[in-house]
């Protein structure tokens, strides 16, 4: 019997390909155009920006500042007389202004008490990108300013590749897998969006089902409710499975033929993949069946069931990355599904997690289907009306 009405499902949702194709293709386009659109929020582009130097100051310290910063940030462009309207505009990204005074000051072995060196920015430049930049501005001529005190007459002067940098060893911490990008957060992202998007259509379904009175005739021939709902539960699990397929291949495969990084698994947990995605895809498709068996229209089906799914998405770091949010967001968006979901993928995929370590995500997300399984069969008993 359940096999008979699991095939049942599987025709209806084959001769439904516009659904179908929404289910596949709506969360790929999201990962292509969010990977693609937010590529440099996730790695600042700091050596790309268009920038030029005024120099004010022609004394060789100030020279050398201005080689040192060419080295990591390419052949400035020229400044010319319109360099503050060109500013304004965006189409030079910054200017820096090496003032009278600056390599006295660099040559000089105390600390400096006032500015000679400005850094204007174009109006529109991202904050963090400026206090980037401005950071390694300081940096340079920092360690200028140490080279130039350090040069004693009789002693050997450093090697060509020494840095006050290498004083400092900085990464993010991982026991294996890869290192995150956008690509890295937007896979899983939209692929627990996608996963959740089959609300559209198991509603839709749902709806036309019970008008045509095809719930009703198999409810005459003795089929529970259970099966009833369990027969339309698992063919959406099997979609969900080819759903995260595509998803993960997409980001492997399609992504760096656009430009954009490559999705890596190599050295990730497979098991540990592999549950969190079941627990995904279980928490995705009772919420449908909930919704599905609470809607009575086309037109309730499909509005309420997206609108869900984007509210769940907006709240639960789908949309906007939580590390972005403000610290009460960040706190808000742990009650959302969607947002264990991610934070189980992403400690898979960034962090190197195990099973175990998903464990608290996937904890949440196994309740929260039964809970919504246990919804559905009790709104199922409601009479139509």
């Known amino acids: 019997m359940l096999i008979a009405l699991i095939r049942k499902e599987l025709l209806a949702l084959v001769r439904d390909m516009h659904g179908l194709a929404a289910l596949f293709l709506m969360p790929m386009v999201f ?53 503050q309207e060109r500013l304004r505009s965006g189409s030079l990204k910054y200017v820096i ?52 005190a350090l040069a004693v007459p009789g002693t050997a002067s450093p090697p060509p590749d020494a840095s006050i940098q290498a004083l400092v060893h900085a990464e993010r911490h991982a026991t294996s897998g890869p290192r995150p990008t956008s690509v890295q957060q937007n896979v899983p992202a939209w692929l627990v969006f996608g996963m959740f998007f089959v609300v559209a259509s198991l509603s839709s ?47 492997i495969w399609l992504m760096p033929l656009l430009g954009g990084d490559a999705l890596s ?58 590390f972005v949010m403000p610290g009460f967001m960040q706190r808000v968006v ?13 400690t898979v995929l960034l962090r190197g997690g195990t099973v175990a370590d998903t464990l608290p995500q996937v904890g949440r997300l196994v309740l929260f289907a039964a809970a919504m399984f246990l919804l559905a069969v009790l709104l199922f008993r409601r009479p139509a009306t």
Not at 111 to 122: D, F, G, K, S
Not at 226 to 233: E, F, G, I, P, R
Not at 303 to 311: A, S
């Open 265 to 322: 698994l190599a050295g990730i947990h497979w098991g540990a993949l592999a549950v969190a995605l079941a627990a995904v895809s279980l928490a995705a498709v009772s919420l449908s069946l909930a919704i599905a068996c609470a809607v009575r229209s086309h037109a309730q089906a499909a509005t309420i069931g997206p609108m869900v799914n984007v509210l769940m998405a907006a709240a639960g770091g789908i949309m906007v990355p939580k």
């Open 334 to 346: 742990e009650v959302s599904p969607m947002n264990w979901g991610l934070e189980a993928l992403l």
């Open 205 to 251: 379904l749902f709806v036309q089902e019970r008008g045509s009175g095809a719930l009703g005739r198999l409810r005459s021939l003795g089929v529970s409710r259970t099966m009833l709902l369990l027969s339309k539960a698992l063919p959406y699990l099997g979609v969900n499975a080819l759903q995260a397929a595509l998803m993960l291949a997409a980001g």
């Open 31 to 83: 990962i292509v155009l969010m990977s693609l659109t937010l590529k440099d929020i996730y790695r600042p582009p700091l050596a790309e920006l268009r920038y030029a130097v005024d120099m004010r100051d022609t004394g060789t310290p100030a020279q050398w500042l201005r080689q040192l910063w060419q080295r990591s940030h390419g052949t400035p462009q020229p400044l010319g007389a319109d360099w």
């Open 97 to 148: 202004v090496l003032e009278p005074g600056l390599s006295e000051e660099l040559e000089s072995a105390a600390l400096p008490t006032r500015a000679h060196i400005r850094l204007l920015a174009e109006p529109g430049i991202d904050a963090n990108l400026f206090n980037a930049v401005r950071a390694e501005l300081i940096g340079a001529s920092g360690e200028l300013k140490a080279r130039l």
